[in-house]
């Protein structure tokens, strides 16, 4: 057997949680650009920023889910 296969075999032996938990992770592989990365950095530092200087707020996630759950009914 080739190494793809052997690992194939042994993936589909692992539980549905584990699976998923290695699908995300090859995945995530695949995905990786450095451009794209800093950029998500980047913008995560912007909104952290407007956070902390207070010219954005949070919502409480129960106020959200409600307030989407109203829009998309």
Do not use: C, H
């Not at 080739?2 to 690992?7: D, I, K």
């Not at 699908?23 to 980047?42: H, Q």
């Not at 952290?48 to 989407?68: F, H, I, R, W």
């Amino acid at each position: 057997m080739r190494a793809v296969e052997v690992l194939e075999v042994e993936a589909l032996q692992l539980t549905p949680k584990d699976r998923a938990r290695l699908v995300e992770r090859l995945i995530a592989s695949l995905d990786v650009d450095p451009e794209i990365e800093d950029a998500w950095a980047a913008e995560v530092e912007r909104r952290n920023a407007e956070v902390e200087s207070g010219a954005v707020s949070m919502l409480p996630l129960p106020e959200v889910m409600t307030k989407l759950r109203a829009k998309f009914q």
